[in-house]
């Protein structure tokens, strides 16, 4: 059996995987496959329950395995496009499996991305993806305060695994901002001409909420509690909120290129200092006596 033409769709949950894996899918000559957990499952628990897999997982019977699978969905010569969030935590093992897979990065600003998060892991159960350390973030913080860390830990855990890997990273505001733009450079990459039914699905993407296209699996998690995507972060939180997260986010957000405005708010204040954060930490029990 020939060796499949793969490309992953990787990013943090609630990120655009879900919108870019369909406008991707779109294609006729894509075979969209849709988080196939069934797939990545088989292989186990990363570190401490997590989604967490490093090169080790990929054992010659793991890749065998998946590689046969991969290669099952091909059909008629296409392009093999997955998407799944828990993949961005599995990089490495990702490219031990597929040495010559396509990977794409889609990123977003980690605070629109922490208010997206809130329903998944804000309160008393963690349902998205799970780094390393989410049983510390479980019990030691709550609320937005965890969901930006997650983000912040994920996405950096994402960028040293990506660094010396050739790749292709996409802004979800640039996709919303121009979809037909974004899907030029996309299946460029991909080494795909441009399809009309592509171009036809990027009438879908768009940044205001009102009577909006939802990707598969997305209403669950959706809250309508913003009129825009882009920056809801500024509608969802409150001025001291919205602070703390831009100081605690500041470093990773200009890590992927994004401009923080130190004056971004109505009383003229910009990011708090690292050393003058309030974060929103679960209080300790003292010890118990004897």
Avoid at 121 to 132: A, S, Y
Avoid at 193 to 200: D, E, F, S, T, Y
Wanted: charged share 20%.
């Amino acid at each position: 059996m020939s060796s499949p033409r793969v490309c992953f769709i990787v990013g943090c949950a609630r990120s655009g995987t879900s919108i870019l894996g369909e406008l991707i899918g779109a294609h006729p000559e894509v075979t969209y496959v849709w988080e196939a957990h069934w797939v990545w499952e088989q292989v186990g628990h990363g570190p401490n329950g997590s989604h967490r897999y490093t090169a080790g997982y990929a054992t010659p019977r793991v890749k065998n395995a998946i590689r046969d699978l991969f290669s099952r969905l091909q059909r008629n010569g296409r392009v093999v496009v997955e998407k799944c969030p828990r993949n961005v935590l599995r990089v490495p093992f990702l490219k031990a499996l597929f040495p010559e897979a396509k990977i794409i990065h889609i990123v977003r600003d980690g605070r629109d991305v922490a208010c997206s998060l809130m329903p998944g892991i804000g309160g008393e159960k963690w349902r998205h993806l799970k780094p390393v350390n989410w049983r510390n973030l479980m019990s030691d913080y709550t609320g937005i305060t965890r969901c930006a860390l997650a983000w912040k830990g994920i996405v950096e855990t994402a960028l040293a695994d990506l660094a010396g890997v050739l790749h292709l990273q996409i802004r979800y505001e640039d996709l919303v901002a121009a979809p037909h733009l974004a899907a030029q450079t996309i299946f460029e990459y991909l080494g795909l001409a441009l399809h009309p039914a592509v171009l036809g699905f990027c009438h879908n993407i768009r940044d205001r909420t009102a009577s909006s296209y939802h990707a598969r699996g997305q209403v669950k998690w959706y809250r309508d509690n913003h009129s825009k995507r882009v920056g809801r972060w500024r509608e969802n939180l409150g001025r001291e909120e919205q602070r703390l997260m831009t100081s605690l986010l500041a470093p990773t957000l200009r890590w992927l290129g994004y401009t923080v405005q130190p004056a971004a708010f109505a009383d003229g204040t910009g990011p708090l200092p690292i050393g003058e954060l309030n974060l929103d930490v679960k209080p300790t029990r003292a010890p118990s006596p004897g």
